[in-house]
């Protein structure tokens, strides 16, 4: 399936990454097996980035439960981009001492499988590093909750955290 135009008020993600009415984005849905799926998304926007780009989301069947539409074309009410007020979420500084206390090695287990995450500090921001695949910028809306490209991280005083997804929440145990 082909998307096409998009205007300003189109959020790609959570962390604002930018495009412009050229945007093109292509879905391609494939079936594993049973309960299993891979969505693909090329998004393609010859004004903002040098080349077209894609990301494939891992999708798995989830029995006895209802299917919800995520985010149609200007709505706002989804409440993953909500304050709880109606207002959008906007981006707030967070004090380098409250950021360094994040600071560490984690682990969470994502359905069997055991991620590794060190979360660091740099420039008055927390940057997340999943198995060694790079570091992405946690985007912070209050003192300990953030958002890692549209997904939740919520941090409490116990050393954890909770990847909130809309599959399940996965508690992030601090290892060191």
Request: aromatic share 10%; with cysteine.
């Amino acid at each position: 399936m082909e998307s096409s135009g998009f205007n300003e008020r189109t959020w790609l993600d959570l962390d604002g990454h930018p495009h412009t009415e050229e945007l093109r984005v292509t879905e391609r849905f494939r079936r594993r097996d049973f309960g299993h799926m891979e969505l693909q998304l090329t998004l393609e926007d010859p004004k903002a980035y040098a080349k077209p780009w894609t990301v494939t989301v891992p999708m798995e069947l989830a029995v006895d439960t209802e299917m919800l539409e995520y985010v149609c074309n200007e709505n706002e009410r989804d409440r993953s981009h909500m304050d709880g007020t109606g207002a959008l979420l906007k981006e707030v500084a967070v004090a380098s001492a409250t950021l360094a206390k994040y600071a560490g090695v984690y682990e969470f287990n994502d359905s069997g499988k055991i991620h590794v995450v060190e979360i660091t500090v740099s420039d008055a921001a927390l940057f997340w590093n999943q198995d060694g695949a790079g570091k992405q910028k946690l985007v912070a809306f209050s003192e300990t909750a953030f958002s890692l490209s549209g997904t939740s991280v919520l941090f409490n005083a116990d050393g954890e955290f909770i990847l909130r997804a809309v599959e399940e929440d996965m508690k992030g145990v601090r290892k060191r």
